[in-house]
């Protein structure tokens, strides 16, 4: 199994990077994980609580778990991954079951800063985006998707997400085998990362 990292700041464009190299691929083949999927259970906490949980902090992410199910994965075998609920900060009940494929894309802010899981990748893909251009796509997606009001995401932006991309996601852009530049709300070419997939052993 090709196993492919994809990350980067939040609003950095990952998602539709990912949704374009996917387009490139037999559906059969490629397979995505999202490491939203694997934010801590915090059943034990109350809702305000969860409310002022830093979300952007490796903390957050229950990264062993993740670890566990992309070793099952590669070892041939089905996992059940967690569905997370951003409206209650909190997973579900509810699971969605996954089988291997030729190709796993895991996608997420954070998914360099857990070594174990680090030493997976056969091709790690950092997508830059500017600071202002990252802010201007959360606030959108946030408002749109996810039910918060403009001055929430202008708030949480300033005091936890754009700390910790400069504490935790920024210094791991050093460990990037390619780097996309998507400063611009325009198509990116991708030919040459297509190419580089394509040239790796499954």
Do not use: W
Not at 109 to 122: A, E, G, H, V
């Amino acid at each position: 199994m090709l196993t492919i990292g994809v990350y980067g700041g939040t609003g950095s464009g990952k998602t539709t990077i990912v949704e374009k190299i996917v387009s490139e691929f037999p559906s059969s083949d490629i397979q995505v994980i999202s490491q939203d999927s694997y934010y801590k259970d915090n059943s034990d906490l109350s809702f305000e609580e969860r409310c002022g949980l830093n979300f952007d902090h490796p903390d957050a992410i229950d990264f062993e778990l993740l670890y566990q199910h992309v070793l099952a994965l590669k070892n041939g075998e089905t996992i059940q991954q967690p569905v997370y609920s951003f409206q209650t900060h909190n997973r579900t009940a509810e699971t969605i079951s996954i089988s291997p494929k030729k190709i796993l894309i895991i996608e997420g802010i954070l998914i360099l800063n857990y070594p174990k899981l680090r030493s997976f990748f056969d091709l790690k893909v950092f997508v830059d985006a500017r600071s202002d251009m990252r802010m201007e796509r959360r606030v959108s997606r946030d408002i749109s998707e996810r039910g918060r009001t403009p001055e929430e995401v202008l708030k949480r932006y300033m005091k936890t997400l754009k700390p910790m991309h400069q504490q935790f996601i920024e210094p791991m852009k050093i460990h990037a085998d390619f780097i996309i530049e998507n400063h611009k709300n325009a198509p990116v070419d991708l030919s040459k990362l297509i190419d580089k997939i394509n040239a790796l052993p499954v």
